[in-house]
């Protein structure tokens, strides 16, 4: 079975190094009375430091941002995450205590709250009816999407707005298509008109909406006892835009490994908010667009495997959008 989770070489957060102690001591300027008993790195956290920090009394999660293109997407995240508590019943972390300055500490950091369950990449098998994970997702998206913004923005921590959804796409597109376009792949025609095609029928949204545009099964918890999705994380990529462009992604980690969860997703969203007749096309377009960003990514990298397997699911992507 393919995995849900394709890391890179050599993750940011392993090149750095930040010691237990001054973990312990990031939570002490929040909990000053607080006995440190254990602190524990998180798995699937590839662009950030996150640990789990157990206390005399409590559990946190500090997340440290190591990156410095990366900083304000922490910043954004937490914005996020407090709008979200304020506004739906989504289980997302509370925001206990943060400090984006670099003023008191080199990185900027945020405490969450501890979710408690298991991440969805881990136990996902251990769940016997599959649908239900498609129903739990699709009412969390939906809450997601009740969050409007006035202007789309291909990332939220951008100083300013795009001019329009279409115009974020194309930016992201006219920076990666160079680098497909050079790869001496035999399908490359077939794909640029595709997309072309695509960006030629695409309407702009009548609203934007919150859109986590990371929606893989590491960042949700999964409690196996209640059948019930109890956490979800990861809000630094966030944009605002066309809500169908959230399910590209899904499509290609989720989806396509388990038709279940698929099906019984779609038929809850659509319960919740109707969508368009012709959205698995639209949703395909986003999806050939995104992969042709990260062939680019890949390229940047150095990332021979990842670069044949992306070739794969392009040229097969393009097959069923001809």
């Not at 979200?84 to 997302?92: C, E, H, R, Y």
């Not at 298991?118 to 009740?146: F, M, P, T």
């Not at 939220?156 to 974020?168: E, T, Y």
Request: overall charge negative; glycine content about 2%; proline content about 5%.
């Amino acid at each position: 079975m393919s995995h849900l989770v394709v890391a890179t070489n050599k993750p940011l957060h392993a090149r750095v190094t930040i010691s237990e102690e001054e973990i312990a001591d990031l939570v002490h300027s929040f909990d000053a009375k607080a006995v440190v008993q254990s602190v524990a790195p998180l798995p699937h956290g590839f662009n950030n430091k996150i640990s789990l920090v157990t206390t005399d009394t409590n559990k946190y999660v500090v997340k440290i941002s190591v990156a410095e293109d990366k900083f304000k997407k922490l910043a954004v995240e937490a914005d996020i995450l407090e709008k979200l508590a304020a506004q739906t019943d989504l289980p997302v972390p509370k925001v206990l205590h943060s400090d984006f300055s670099q003023t008191t500490f080199a990185f900027p950091f945020a405490i969450y709250s501890y979710v408690s369950g298991e991440n969805l990449v881990d136990c996902i098998e251990q769940v016997a009816d599959k649908k239900v994970i498609g129903q739990e997702l699709a009412r969390a998206v939906a809450a997601i999407h009740s969050i409007h913004y006035p202007a789309a923005y291909f990332s939220l921590s951008s100083d300013k707005p795009d001019a329009s959804w279409q115009a974020a796409l194309r930016k992201k597109y006219d920076e990666a298509w160079p680098y497909f376009a050079q790869s001496g792949l035999p399908f490359v025609d077939t794909v640029r008109q595709e997309l072309e095609t695509g960006f030629a029928n695409l309407k702009e949204p009548t609203s934007y909406t919150l859109i986590h545009r990371d929606l893989q099964p590491q960042n949700f918890h999964w409690d196996l006892t209640t059948n019930k999705l109890v956490g979800l994380f990861d809000f630094e990529t966030a944009m605002s835009g066309d809500f169908l462009y959230e399910f590209s992604l899904l499509e290609r980690n989720l989806f396509r490994l388990y038709p279940e969860i698929k099906e019984s997703f779609y038929q809850t969203y659509s319960d919740i908010s109707p969508l368009p007749e012709n959205y698995p096309q639209q949703i395909a377009f986003y999806l050939l667009n995104q992969l042709v960003y990260f062939y680019m990514r890949s390229v940047q990298k150095s990332e021979d495997d990842r670069l044949a397997h992306l070739a794969t699911e392009i040229e097969a992507l393009s097959k069923t959008l001809s």
